[in-house]
């Protein structure tokens, strides 16, 4: 059993990852107290959270082999949201790809997708696509091939349009293979949804051609030239079965989750 568990956490967090993954975690302190409970090992730990992301299991079911009491892992997860772990880390696997020159800056492309919320909470409200039930709606900003750049949640009745700017704006700077960091696209890419005189102003104001479709104007086939790059992105993300359907009460967990999903699937391009 714990060659087979050993073998699934090598899987899950490899070596090299967590070579990445180890410099960022707070470090453990001591109770002044004295007493309570050894640390878990932040690696079992870290592991049991990617188990739990690429699983969809309940914390609940988490096996007791990956990062000890279920409580703790939770607990450790929350606070590494807060302390913007997976943010980091996403930042740290995006200078790896631009100084590997694996990053299209020629275009960024936009896109959302709707997730079905099971239970209340933070970042949650009715869906205009899904009869009005609860759920979160997803925001990518990926480079010209895909790589997500951006990720975000909001409420599913939030309209595409509102994260244009945010989204555009929180384009981390990136370090390339020659000059300084980079962080502007030369286009953005985008669907009717964000079709708005307002934003093309915007881009333009900042360098950043607008390729954004016009209501009745533009036909989905051409906009499929592209849109398929970022549709892509989202089956990858949503391949991590925590994403398929919210579970989390807390919004920023949710997009906790999302986030590391994205470092995750830059981490994988870095690896090939």
């Keep these: 059993m714990h060659v087979v568990v050993d073998a699934l956490s090598s899987r899950l967090v490899p070596d090299t990852l967590w070579e990445i993954v180890e410099p960022l975690l707070p470090g453990f302190r001591a109770r002044p107290q004295g007493g309570g409970r050894a640390a ?6 870290f592991t049991a959270i990617v188990y739990v992301l690429t699983s969809g299991c309940a914390w609940r079911h988490l096996p007791p082999s990956f990062g000890g009491s279920v409580p703790t892992a939770h607990r450790r997860f929350a606070a ?30 936009l896109d959302a997708a709707h997730v079905r919320a099971k239970k209340g909470g933070s970042l949650t409200g009715r869906s205009p696509v899904d009869r009005g039930k609860n759920g979160s709606k997803i ?12 990720t975000a949640v909001t409420s599913a009745n939030t309209h595409d349009s509102v994260m244009l700017q945010p989204m555009v704006a929180a384009t981390p700077a990136v370090r390339s293979r020659r000059g300084p960091r ?3 696209p030369g286009r953005l890419r985008a669907d009717k949804g964000y079709d708005s005189a307002a934003h093309r102003r915007w881009l333009r104001a900042r360098g950043i051609v607008p390729r954004i479709a016009r209501r009745g104007i533009e036909s ?3 906009l499929g030239r592209y849109r398929w790059k970022i549709e892509r992105t989202l089956a ?9 359907i919210r579970y989390e009460r807390h919004g920023e967990h949710f997009a ?9 699937t830059c981490w994988k391009k870095l690896s090939k």
Excluded: M, N
Aim: charge should be negative; proline fraction near 1%.
């Design 40 to 45: 878990l090992d932040d690696q079992a730990v």
């Design 80 to 109: 590494w949201v807060k302390a913007g772990v997976f943010d980091e880390l996403h930042r740290q696997v995006l200078d790896r790809l631009g100084v590997g020159g694996d990053l299209d800056w020629s275009a960024a492309i």
């Design 139 to 150: 925001h990518i900003l990926s480079d010209a091939d895909g790589i997500p750049l951006v």
């Design 182 to 184: 980079r962080r502007t």
């Design 220 to 222: 989905s086939e051409r």
């Design 236 to 244: 990858w993300l949503t391949g991590y079965r925590r994403l398929t």
């Design 256 to 264: 906790g989750f999302l986030q590391l999903a994205a470092a995750l």
